[in-house]
């Protein structure tokens, strides 16, 4: 401090002399108090103007994208609009719609007709086998079963007409009995049980050996390629009391019981006449004949 005082000092001195001749200048005191009034920085200022700028806390560069992101974010939701909320797309566990897919043809509901041992002519007279055979029959019409092709079981809600032959005779203990009703055929044929009927009459002498309890065999109702071409299979019930009628009991998907089609296990009118038109597969069904069943009622062989 007092180099820079002594220094300044000289200076105003050779600027005294070296000025004398000029016009009137401002006397040294007034000099040296302008010159010391001149804030001159010093390095503790420097330092504390430092100290202000790094204090003021500026904006990081994470913190403006991340205001900038958030915004952005929300300015990309879409907002939903009043239609699609009232008819969202179905999910895959959700059924089609009628429109756009028609509903299949919906099959005949299973209108049947159950009849009791007690409306049978002579139930009575029949062999014990017999009677047992035609009340397991007679019952299954009370269960309300469908015709249900290629079933054999009334647990499946319903069976066809030779699924009913099989399940009855299994169940009588008939161990042997063939599925279907060109085999049942065959099966009575070779036990030489079979009756053929060429009449179309119900009273023809060709009736006169025919039981309750005897399988009955048609030709002609549905569209299949057998041989023998025997397509269909019942029961003979007897006769009713009251109407004295015959019938038979079995599954069928269009049979008749006084002159109503029946659609599942039911009981249905035994006619011998042709059908009036053809049957669902072009056509006539024709009643060939009768047979006992073999092995109802007769005792096994010990091996």
């Known amino acids: 401090m007092a180099r820079l005082l002594s220094a300044a000092f000289c200076g105003l001195v050779f600027l005294s002399a070296a000025g004398e001749g000029e016009a009137e200048e401002p006397s040294l005191g007034e000099k040296m108090k302008k010159f010391f009034s001149t804030p001159t920085p010093t390095p503790s200022h420097r330092r504390h103007k430092r100290k202000q700028s790094s204090s003021t806390p500026s904006p990081t560069p994470s913190a403006s994208p991340k205001k900038k992101k958030k915004k952005t974010k929300d300015k990309s939701l879409p907002t939903p609009s009043p239609s699609s909320t009232a008819s969202p797309l179905p999910t895959p566990e959700e059924s089609p719609s009628p429109s756009a897919s028609p509903s299949p043809t919906p099959t005949p509901e299973a209108k049947v007709t159950a009849l009791s041992p007690d409306e049978i ?32 079981d009334p647990e499946n809600g319903g069976m066809d007409c030779s699924g009913f ?32 009927v060429l009449s179309r009459d119900i009273e023809s002498f060709e009736l006169d050996e025919l039981k309750p309890g005897d399988l009955l065999f048609w030709t002609g109702t549905y569209a299949v390629e057998r041989d023998p071409p025997v397509t269909h299979t019942m029961i003979y019930v007897g006769k009713e009391k009251d109407s004295g009628k015959p019938v038979m009991v079995g599954a069928s998907d269009g049979r008749t019981y006084e002159g109503e089609k029946q659609f599942g296990v039911s009981v249905f009118d035994f006619k011998t006449a042709r059908a009036k038109g053809a049957s669902s597969s072009g056509k006539q069904p024709r009643f060939v004949g009768y047979a006992k069943i073999p092995g109802l009622g007769e005792e096994k062989e010990e091996r």
Do not use: H
């Open 165 to 196: 032959i099989y399940y009855v005779l299994s169940q009588n203990g008939i161990d042997d009995v063939p599925r279907s009703a060109s085999e049942q055929y065959v099966w009575v044929r070779k036990a030489g049980n079979f009756r053929a």
């Open 121 to 152: 002519e002579n139930f009575e007279e029949n062999p014990e086998p017999v009677r047992k055979l035609l009340e397991e029959a007679l019952a299954l019409t009370k269960r309300n079963l469908d015709y249900t092709y290629g079933s054999a």
